[in-house]
């Protein structure tokens, strides 16, 4: 069982910047492939980023390319998401996710309780 705990959100100008911090609790995060979601307002769960289990490059949806950045911390049970040059449109709840698949598409087993970002115009 991993638990996810997810912080960092906040109210933030349109082209600000916030990180995200997602701990592991009491375990290490390093086995996992590592993902951030979001849910805007009246919108379905949405992926934005994501870190595989064996390493390579992090990958991002469209919307986000650019902009956010996904890294593990040295600390080996902490995920990050660096937000840059935010949008109204990113509006939403953040949420950090963890899979233990092997191959194929990741199938997300672990979902913390999400962070609420808000991006004034």
């Known amino acids: 069982q991993v638990q996810l705990v997810e912080s960092g959100g906040g109210l933030v100008q349109s082209g600000g910047s916030l990180r995200l911090s997602c701990v592991g609790s009491g375990r290490t995060l390093s086995p996992y492939g590592m993902g951030w979601f979001r849910q805007g307002p009246g919108k379905e769960r949405e992926f934005v980023a994501g870190l595989s289990r064996t390493g390579g490059s992090p990958y991002y949806a469209d919307s986000v390319k650019g902009r956010f950045t996904i890294s593990r911390g040295n600390v080996r049970n902490m995920v990050y998401l660096q937000m840059n040059n935010l949008k109204p449109e990113d509006t939403a709840v953040y949420y950090c996710?963890?899979?233990?698949?092997?191959?194929?598409?990741?199938?997300?087993?672990?979902y913390g309780q999400g962070t609420q970002v808000t991006v004034s115009s």
């Open positions: 996710a963890a899979h233990s698949t092997v191959s194929g598409s990741p199938e997300y087993d672990y």
